[in-house]
């Protein structure tokens, strides 16, 4: 052989030993676009499209549910908005404040969606539903795309994903879709997916990052606990640190906003007083064992595609036990808390875990078909899941989507920041916009009109503090865009008869109120009916006070409402003397 054809020869075979490389999978980018564990290399081609196929398919399916259905979907989306700032409003809540990383993300899309002044509401209405259902479709495609990356058998665990996320449409706690709770899932799961192949940095990163979408994803904390491999102090150093990062975080954020909460917000405490205040736990969770254990087809039982519960079932294997702890202090933590209604029945924060309770599951199953072996590596820092090759693509994207989602949520941050500054703009002019050529109305009339359910809300905070004449302004507006709203009926009607201030009280307007409430009601509520009486009794009216009265027994012992009957009888004797009902004698029904 001479030189040249030596040369020729050694490029051949070194071209031929690279493409051999190539198509065997070597290294994570080669791995994207060949064969990996003896798969097909149109496997990962396939997965990615249908992937792509279901996000699809889920941004039609929650795009319209920002302005059709419950009003809260927009109300809470658009809150980190600078033209529709809602974050100083009662309604969010100590706890939803702190949730700032998807607030001011949302708020961010939806500012440069309507960044046109001369927009129609209608068309403000199409950007909203387009926006919505982009963000929510594109938090759920990046979790496919980490979890096909990083999984073999990727293709069940995202099909058990979508099928999981359609619970949240049933009625058990309304079609409720929350600027947090996507990415929370994504952030939950790569927590996950890091410490199982010990990348404890990563998880840490994530984890911190997490926590600022939705405080829950801190239970990823626990995992540092089962480092094995790490010394005990240490564990609990970066245990400790990771809360830290969050508490002191959280504050910061919160005070330059002039929002308040506690460090650790539970329900909507805004200091430690009331962190400690609520009921006890026992008292809680068996409110959720009866809501759990109640015969119904829409039971919590059902969540999650009914992985949640087969995981809590079959998911007990040693090296699960890191998983099943996080898994268990997340659903303690919804059983334990004070939170009204039970946190149980909010069953769209159930898939929070989905993703991890069909990875264990998927384990399991392959088990016993024999696939993998049962052994119990996990407890020994050998990773259990059938990692594909291609899990090196998660530490770009994980960086990516870091950047992108701080990196858009502290611009947002720093606009609000800013707007807030003395000498720049009035307080009360953020949140501020003009819909619309013609008949120009600002955010807060468009809010009114739109949003009658966040009307409704301020207005019940209104009437639980005591304040009543506000409490009658929200309920008043209520009325204006939803005339047949029975809450906002029957409320308005409670305060027009009973307020302790005299001047409110109109027992006229009372008992039309309560009257329509009853209509629409067919009169088979027993505290509607009560309104109506204490209405008849402000009027004057005592006859049919004492009348109806009657009828609030009779309609409470139907329904096993013994409570509402036994308050009753004490309205009936002040009807029967001639005596109005005082809202300072008794609390509202």
Same mark, same amino acid.
């Given at each position: 052989?001479?030189?040249?054809?030596?040369? =020729?020869? *050694?490029?051949?075979?070194?071209?031929?030993?690279?493409?051999?490389?190539?198509?065997?999978?070597?290294?994570?980018?080669?791995?994207?676009?060949?064969?990996?564990?003896?798969?097909?290399? =149109? %496997?990962?081609?396939?997965?990615?499209?249908?992937?792509? &196929?279901?996000?699809?398919?889920?941004?039609?399916?929650?795009?319209?549910? $920002? !302005?059709?259905?419950? !009003?809260?979907?927009?109300?809470?989306?658009?809150?980190?908005?600078?033209?529709?700032?809602?974050?100083?409003?009662? $309604?969010?809540?100590?706890?939803?404040?702190?949730?700032?990383?998807?607030?001011?993300?949302?708020?961010?899309?939806?500012?440069?969606?309507?960044?046109?002044?001369?927009?129609?509401?209608?068309?403000?209405?199409?950007?909203?539903? @387009?926006?919505?259902?982009?963000?929510?479709?594109?938090?759920?495609?990046?979790?496919?795309?980490?979890?096909?990356?990083?999984?073999?058998?990727?293709?069940?665990?995202?099909?058990?994903?979508?099928?999981?996320?359609?619970?949240?449409?049933?009625?058990?706690?309304?079609?409720?879709?929350?600027?947090?709770?996507?990415?929370?899932?994504?952030?939950?799961?790569?927590?996950?997916?890091?410490?199982?192949?010990?990348?404890?940095?990563?998880?840490?990163?994530?984890?911190?990052?997490?926590?600022?979408?939705?405080?829950?994803?801190?239970?990823?904390?626990?995992?540092?606990?089962?480092?094995?491999?790490?010394?005990?102090?240490?564990?609990?150093?970066?245990?400790?640190?990771?809360? !830290?990062?969050?508490?002191?975080?959280?504050?910061?954020?919160?005070?330059?906003?002039?929002?308040?909460?506690?460090?650790?917000?539970?329900?909507?405490?805004?200091? *430690?007083?009331?962190?400690?205040? +609520?009921?006890? +736990?026992?008292?809680?969770?068996?409110?959720?064992?009866?809501?759990?254990?109640?015969?119904?087809?829409? =039971?919590?039982?059902?969540?999650?595609?009914?992985?949640?519960?087969?995981?809590?079932?079959?998911?007990?294997?040693?090296?699960?036990?890191?998983?099943?702890?996080?898994?268990?202090?997340?659903?303690?933590?919804?059983?334990?808390?004070?939170?009204?209604? +039970?946190?149980?029945?909010?069953?769209?924060?159930?898939?929070? $875990?989905?993703?991890?309770?069909?990875?264990?599951?998927?384990?399991?199953?392959?088990?016993?078909?024999?696939?993998?072996?049962?052994? /119990?590596?996990?407890?020994?820092?050998?990773?259990?899941?059938?990692?594909?090759?291609?899990?090196?693509?998660?530490?770009?994207?994980?960086?990516?989507?870091?950047?992108?989602? !701080?990196?858009?949520?502290?611009?947002?941050?720093?606009?609000? #920041?800013?707007?807030?500054? +003395?000498?720049?703009?009035?307080?009360?002019?953020?949140?501020?916009?003009?819909?619309?050529?013609?008949? %120009? $109305?600002?955010?807060?009339?468009?809010?009114?009109?739109?949003? =009658?359910?966040? /009307?409704?809300?301020?207005?019940?905070?209104?009437?639980?503090?005591?304040?009543?004449?506000?409490?009658?302004?929200?309920?008043?507006?209520?009325?204006?865009?939803?005339?047949?709203?029975?809450?906002?009926?029957? @409320?308005?009607?409670?305060?027009?008869?009973?307020?302790?201030?005299?001047?409110?009280?109109?027992?006229?307007?009372?008992?039309?109120?309560?009257?329509?409430?009853?209509?629409?009601?067919?009169?088979?509520?027993?505290?509607?009916?009560?309104?109506?009486?204490?209405?008849?009794?402000?009027?004057?009216? #005592?006859?049919?006070?004492?009348?109806?009265?009657?009828?609030?027994?009779?309609?409470?012992?139907?329904?096993?409402?013994?409570?509402?009957?036994?308050?009753?009888?004490? &309205?009936?004797? %002040?009807?029967?003397?001639?005596?109005?009902?005082?809202?300072?004698?008794?609390?509202?029904?």
């Amino acid at each position: 052989m001479n030189l040249r054809n030596g040369a =020729s020869w *050694l490029a051949n075979l070194k071209l031929n030993s690279l493409k051999t490389r190539l198509l065997n999978g070597g290294g994570a980018l080669g791995g994207i676009f060949s064969r990996r564990n003896g798969g097909p290399s =149109s %496997l990962l081609f396939f997965e990615l499209f249908m992937v792509l &196929s279901l996000s699809v398919s889920y941004f039609f399916l929650v795009r319209n549910y $920002i !302005t059709r259905g419950d !009003t809260m979907n927009r109300y809470v989306f658009n809150a980190g908005s600078e033209k529709f700032y809602q974050l100083d409003q009662p $309604i969010m809540g100590a706890h939803w404040d702190s949730r700032l990383s998807g607030l001011l993300f949302s708020g961010a899309m939806i500012d440069f969606a309507v960044r046109e002044h001369t927009l129609t509401g209608e068309q403000i209405l199409e950007r909203f539903n @387009n926006v919505f259902g982009l963000y929510h479709a594109f938090w759920l495609l990046l979790l496919f795309f980490a979890v096909t990356f990083a999984l073999r058998h990727s293709l069940f665990i995202n099909l058990g994903i979508f099928a999981g996320l359609m619970y949240n449409f049933s009625p058990i706690s309304g079609p409720y879709f929350y600027p947090w709770d996507m990415p929370a899932m994504l952030f939950f799961t790569l927590a996950v997916l890091f410490f199982e192949r010990r990348q404890m940095f990563l998880m840490a990163v994530v984890t911190c990052a997490g926590c600022f979408f939705k405080e829950t994803v801190l239970v990823c904390a626990l995992l540092v606990l089962f480092a094995s491999h790490w010394k005990w102090g240490k564990r609990i150093l970066t245990f400790a640190g990771i809360v !830290t990062v969050y508490v002191l975080g959280k504050k910061l954020l919160l005070s330059q906003l002039h929002l308040h909460a506690a460090a650790l917000s539970l329900g909507d405490a805004t200091n *430690l007083r009331g962190w400690l205040a +609520p009921a006890l +736990p026992v008292e809680n969770l068996f409110e959720n064992l009866k809501v759990l254990f109640s015969p119904t087809l829409n =039971s919590v039982i059902f969540a999650n595609a009914g992985t949640l519960a087969a995981v809590l079932v079959l998911g007990w294997r040693r090296r699960f036990l890191p998983y099943m702890t996080v898994i268990l202090a997340f659903i303690a933590g919804l059983v334990l808390l004070p939170l009204k209604p +039970p946190g149980i029945t909010e069953v769209r924060v159930f898939m929070q $875990i989905l993703p991890l309770s069909l990875i264990l599951l998927s384990e399991r199953w392959l088990e016993q078909a024999g696939s993998v072996p049962a052994g /119990e590596g996990s407890a020994g820092f050998t990773p259990a899941w059938v990692v594909r090759k291609t899990f090196p693509v998660l530490l770009p994207m994980t960086i990516l989507l870091i950047a992108l989602s !701080t990196g858009v949520a502290a611009w947002q941050y720093h606009i609000i #920041f800013e707007d807030l500054q +003395p000498g720049h703009r009035a307080r009360s002019e953020l949140g501020k916009y003009n819909i619309g050529p013609q008949g %120009l $109305i600002s955010n807060q009339e468009f809010l009114r009109s739109e949003n =009658s359910f966040a /009307e409704l809300k301020l207005g019940m905070i209104s009437m639980e503090n005591g304040q009543d004449s506000a409490a009658i302004n929200h309920y008043q507006r209520v009325l204006e865009s939803d005339t047949n709203s029975v809450i906002a009926l029957n @409320n308005l009607a409670w305060l027009l008869a009973t307020a302790s201030d005299s001047g409110l009280r109109n027992g006229q307007e009372a008992v039309r109120l309560a009257e329509q409430a009853c209509q629409l009601t067919h009169y088979q509520e027993a505290a509607l009916i009560e309104t109506l009486a204490a209405a008849y009794a402000e009027a004057g009216r #005592f006859n049919d006070a004492v009348a109806t009265a009657q009828k609030v027994r009779t309609v409470a012992l139907a329904h096993g409402q013994k409570e509402i009957a036994a308050r009753n009888e004490q &309205s009936l004797e %002040l009807y029967q003397s001639g005596r109005a009902y005082h809202q300072e004698a008794r609390p509202a029904p």
